[in-house]
């Protein structure tokens, strides 16, 4: 039996998400996971919900100067909990507490796994100690250029996508009404799922819609996501907000706050957009909704464009919109790009096939 040690958040998100599949799919005659949270939240819950040992353990951000006597302290705290769990594994779920993981696998001579989930500059490639970790997985190709230039070796790096239960997104044929209940939803709904942050670019989606809703009106526009207590994405909620009010979008532009039921959610929709990719990329995909998406992370890595939505480029209001708008046009052809994307899913995002790829890793590194 392998005991793994997961340093994670404790939000529920994208990323969360993931490790939650993981985990609770694991082949439990062979592995025994343990997850670190650093504060009480929504994962922690899940977890012990789902029978997985998870603690909570504050491990402040490492390069933050404010924390610079805490975080040694807290990383031999880890350190100790891993030897109390006889710990032979780490797996860092979001690569920023990477400095956390070194110093725990160094007391305790163990290998670590770092999972990155978004862009990494060539400068943070050292900065955040990647040359310390016994391997890398990346969820896109886009992400692996840094990672070489600095060094890396190749054979360090896997490039495993992100992972879909198929079984809970799987259409039923008929559009769940589940937000068309609460909201005054118009006949064609399009869809941006994610946190309120700079990141996710909520913003540029509203001008989309203003483009659109210039053309065609019978559309609704979908932000579905919460805010976390961060003061800028605060400031960028209420931004965003202003500028629906400012372009007259009120009508159009829906903030549904944050969502759990993510399958009944994307079976609302007709169409989904991301500018920042991730697992919302997959579950609409196994929703069987054409997904557009600018080539950012793993997009270029699970869409197929032309045939399960379309990519388009960095800076792409007027593509998107125009991309809307023959959608809507077309129907159909929205239905058989939905069908593709779901074809595809089935081929790619299991969570079976996830979780053999990151096995087959700590098969390698034990």
């Known amino acids: 039996m392998t005991r793994v040690l997961y340093l994670s958040g404790s ?30 939240g929504m994962f922690p819950d899940r977890l012990r919900a789902a029978g997985i040992d998870s603690v909570i353990h504050p491990f402040p951000a490492w390069r933050k100067w404010k924390y610079l006597f ?73 992400y692996t250029p840094p990672f070489l230039e600095a060094g890396i070796p190749p054979d360090k790096i896997d490039v495993i996508v992100n992972c879909v239960d198929l079984d809970a997104f799987e259409s039923t044929g008929v559009k769940q009404n ?28 509203v001008e989309v819609a203003s483009h659109v809703t210039k053309a065609y009106q019978d559309v609704s526009f979908l932000i579905i996501g919460g805010t976390q207590t961060n003061p800028e994405h605060l ?29 009944a959610v994307m079976q609302g929709l007709d169409l989904l957009v991301t500018l920042s990719a991730g697992s919302v990329i997959p579950e609409a995909m196994a929703a069987g909704k054409p997904v557009i998406a600018s080539p950012v992370g793993s997009s270029t890595d699970m869409i197929e464009d032309g045939k399960t939505g379309w990519i388009v480029p960095p800076h792409p209001i007027e593509e998107i919109a125009a991309k809307i708008v023959h959608a ?39």
């Open 70 to 142: 805490h975080r040694y302290s807290a990383a031999s705290r880890l350190a100790q909990l891993a030897a109390q769990r006889q710990v032979q594994l780490i797996h860092v779920s979001d690569s920023w507490h990477n400095p956390y993981s070194i110093r725990v696998a160094r007391q305790c001579g163990i290998p670590i796994v770092s999972h990155v989930k978004a862009p990494i500059r060539p400068d943070q490639v050292a900065k955040y100690g990647f040359h310390d970790m016994s391997a890398i997985i990346s969820i896109s190709e886009q």
């Open 328 to 366: 809507i046009q077309n129907p159909s052809l929205c239905e058989e790009m939905g069908s593709a994307a779901r074809a595809y899913a089935e081929r790619h995002f299991s969570i079976a096939k996830h979780v053999e790829q990151v096995q087959a890793i700590y098969d390698r590194l034990i």
């Open 178 to 205: 589940t937000l068309r209940s609460e909201f005054p939803l118009r006949r064609f709904a399009i869809g941006m799922v994610g946190r309120i942050e700079p990141f996710k670019r909520q913003k540029e989606f």
């Open 11 to 40: 939000i529920f998100g994208g990323a969360e998400r993931q490790l939650f599949h993981l985990v609770t799919n694991l082949d439990r005659r062979r592995f025994q996971p343990t997850v670190v949270c650093p504060g009480k």
């Open 235 to 263: 400031v960028y909620e209420r931004e965003l907000r202003q500028l629906i009010s400012e372009l007259n979008l009120t009508d159009y532009v829906t903030c549904t706050g944050h969502r759990e039921n993510m399958p």
